[in-house]
Nanobody, 120 residues
Framework: EVQLVESGGGLVQAGGSLRLSCAAS????????IGWFRQAPGKEREGVSC????????YYADSVKGRFTISSDNAKNTVYLQMNSLKPEDTAVYYC?????????????WGQGTQVTVSS
């Protein structure tokens, strides 16, 4: 059974930083693409970033380019999202998601979500 467990959310002031972690189990990590989505109250879910564990290729939404960095530690089966220069509009529940080989718009596997709140 594939499980994704997020951690690292919290409350931070604008301009601050947080690092989210997504620990994966029940899968062959190198075969999966893992990424982050977020959903703010009253808004549609948005794809934020993803990484291919096999070749390290990455994707970032325009709204986070230059501020967020995704990385993976294959030895720990963990993906990280380093979020710098946070803005109030980054406030959302952040979800880790995974798919075999390539992350789709509706991934097969999801974590439970972690709240990120950025105060102005």
């Amino acid at each position: 059974e594939v499980q994704l467990v997020e951690s690292g959310g919290g409350l931070v002031q604008a301009g601050g930083s947080l690092r989210l972690s997504c620990a994966a189990s029940g899968l062959i990590f190198a075969d999966y693409a893992i990424g982050w989505f977020r959903q703010a109250p009253g808004k549609e879910r948005e794809g934020v970033s993803c990484i291919s564990s096999s070749d390290g290729s990455t994707y970032y939404a325009d709204s986070v380019k230059g501020r967020f960095t995704i990385s993976s530690d294959n030895a720990k089966n963990t993906v990280y999202l380093q979020m710098n220069s946070l803005k109030p509009e980054d406030t959302a529940v952040y979800y880790c998601a995974a798919d075999l080989y390539r992350l789709t718009r509706i991934p097969n596997y999801w974590g439970q979500g972690t709240q990120v709140t950025v105060s102005s």
